[in-house]
């Protein structure tokens, strides 16, 4: 098992990464997050030979982080050289367009990306793509669905397979009608009913977005067309992900709703460390699946067709999408208007080639730019 870094260390993944790694024993040779908080520094001080980069810390968060010496460095390069550094495992759960260069670095080096920063390969596709394979570099997906689908996929013949299926939980909105969605507000947004995640991925859940984020990262770790990639609404969140194949044999991937899971096949894949668990209680439990409303849910379409356009088209969804979510987090906009933000954002903004992380940064500021001129229209 390779050496880890942890970026993103004190947001959700980089906790449960931190909780995995102790719990399997593999080594943890960096950390990161955006802020010196109190939690980064005890994380520091459980992992005294670690490297740390803190972002964008306060000037006193700096202060206080000198007391960590010469393993300290600050700014989002520094960020990213400890993702660079050769023979790591990097978990990135950075959160945002923040995650993509240490991404790229990670795989320039010749590292395993153990990948849990959505923007890395829905806003930068094009570019970390093309990175993976240097020197040796590999994704492996941490995000359920996605790990799913790579151990369903593994060692299979890309003409065995049919389609691919992600699940998606319907999140707390799920049945409900266009005026139910449209009267919606943030605290029922928060309510996820399966999984416990960090606030703007949870309202993504919510709209659908998040699956139609995940539909796009899926053509691009696996190499599907978005004929070729589907959503079902799996309200258990059980079934992780689904295969199915040219004989016409579905494969499922199955099992608890818990992110230390994937974390920890992340780490270990192609071997499984032990969990201690009791058996799984299959006699009980039911499965059942839904197709998901388009109407109601457009980020599913919007998906979709940012996806097919190509090119820069995704990094505007995702760049306008958490303008959007944050504006309705903060209230200034309805549950419904998240959507019109994007759509109206992926029309304004022309679509264009993206060869460097320099390039889906500037596709990024225009989008927000752009949906944040939107926001007083809603
Ligand atoms: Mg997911």
Same mark, same amino acid.
């Given at each position: 098992?390779?050496?880890?870094?942890?970026?993103?260390?004190?947001?959700?993944?980089?906790r449960?990464?931190?909780e995995?790694a102790a719990?399997?024993?593999?080594?943890?040779v960096?950390?990161?997050?955006?802020?010196?908080?109190?939690?980064?520094?005890?994380?520091?001080?459980?992992?005294? %030979?670690?490297? $740390? /980069?803190? @972002?964008? !810390?306060?000037g006193?968060? +700096?202060?206080?982080?000198?007391?960590? =010496?010469? &393993?300290?460095a600050?700014?989002?390069d520094?960020?990213?050289?400890?993702?660079?550094?050769p023979?790591?495992?990097?978990?990135?759960?950075?959160v945002?367009?923040?995650?993509?260069?240490?991404?790229?670095a990670?795989?320039?080096?010749?590292?395993?990306?153990?990948?849990?920063?959505?923007?890395?390969?829905?806003?930068?596709?094009?570019?970390?793509?093309?990175?993976?394979?240097?020197g040796g570099?590999?994704?492996?997906?941490?995000d359920?669905e996605?790990?799913?689908?790579f151990?369903?996929?593994a060692?299979?013949?890309?003409?065995?397979?049919r389609?691919?299926?992600?699940t998606?939980?319907g999140?707390?909105?799920?049945?409900?009608? %266009?005026?139910? $969605? /449209?009267? @919606?507000? !943030?605290?029922a947004?928060? +309510?996820?009913?399966?999984?416990?995640? =960090?606030? &703007?991925?949870?309202?993504?859940?919510?709209?659908?977005?998040?699956?139609?984020?995940?539909?796009?990262?899926?053509?691009?770790?696996?190499?599907?067309?978005?004929?070729?990639?589907?959503?079902?609404?799996?309200?258990?969140?059980?079934v992780?992900?689904?295969?199915?194949?040219?004989?016409?044999?579905?494969?499922?991937?199955f099992?608890?709703?818990?992110?230390?899971?994937?974390?920890?096949?992340?780490?270990?894949h192609?071997?499984?460390?032990?969990?201690?668990?009791?058996?799984?209680?299959?006699?009980g439990?039911?499965?059942?699946?839904?197709?998901?409303?388009?109407?109601?849910f457009?980020?599913?379409?919007l998906?979709?067709?940012?996806?097919?356009?190509?090119?820069? @088209?995704?990094?505007?969804?995702?760049?306008?999408?958490?303008?959007?979510?944050?504006?309705?987090?903060?209230?200034?906009?309805?549950?419904?208007?998240?959507?019109?933000?994007?759509?109206?954002?992926?029309?304004?903004?022309?679509?264009?080639?993206l060869?460097?992380?320099?390039d889906?940064?500037?596709?990024?500021?225009?989008?927000?730019?752009?949906?944040?001129?939107?926001l007083?229209?809603?």
């Open positions: 098992m390779r050496p880890l870094a942890v970026l993103g260390a004190t947001g959700s993944i980089g449960q990464a931190l995995v719990d399997i024993g593999a080594e943890v960096a950390v990161a997050a955006r802020r010196g908080s109190d939690e980064l520094l005890a994380v520091a001080a459980a992992h005294p %030979a670690a490297r $740390v /980069a803190i @972002a964008a !810390p306060s006193d968060e +700096r202060q206080r982080a000198t007391q960590l =010496g010469s &393993r300290v600050f700014g989002a520094a960020v990213a050289a400890l993702a660079a550094e023979g790591l495992t990097v978990v990135n759960g950075i945002g367009v923040a995650g993509l260069a240490a991404s790229a990670a795989l320039a080096a010749g590292n395993r990306l153990a990948l849990a920063n959505k923007e890395s390969l829905v806003a930068g596709g094009p570019v970390v793509s093309a990175l993976v394979g240097t570099s590999e994704i492996v997906p941490v359920s996605h790990s799913a689908l151990q369903l996929l060692g299979r013949d890309g003409h065995e397979v389609r691919l299926v992600l998606a939980s999140g707390p909105f799920r049945g409900f009608t %266009a005026d139910q $969605v /449209a009267a @919606a507000t !943030p605290a947004a928060l +309510r996820h009913p399966t999984w416990r995640m =960090g606030p &703007r991925i949870t309202v993504d859940s919510a709209t659908l977005m998040n699956k139609a984020l995940e539909v796009i990262e899926a053509h691009h770790l696996f190499g599907y067309s978005y004929e070729a990639i589907d959503v079902v609404v799996h309200p258990q969140s059980l992780h992900g689904i295969i199915e194949l040219s004989d016409g044999a579905l494969l499922a991937h099992g608890e709703p818990d992110m230390r899971i994937p974390l920890r096949f992340a780490l270990t192609p071997q499984r460390a032990v969990r201690p668990a009791a058996p799984f209680p299959l006699a439990t039911s499965l059942t699946f839904e197709a998901p409303d388009f109407e109601v457009p980020a599913l379409r998906g979709y067709e940012a996806g097919r356009a190509g090119g820069s @088209a995704p990094a505007v969804l995702i760049a306008a999408e958490e303008i959007a979510v944050g504006a309705f987090l903060a209230g200034r906009i309805g549950f419904s208007s998240i959507a019109v933000v994007v759509e109206h954002t992926l029309h304004d903004v022309a679509i264009r080639d060869a460097s992380v320099a889906v940064l500037a596709v990024d500021a225009e989008a927000r730019a752009v949906a944040t001129g939107h007083g229209s809603c």
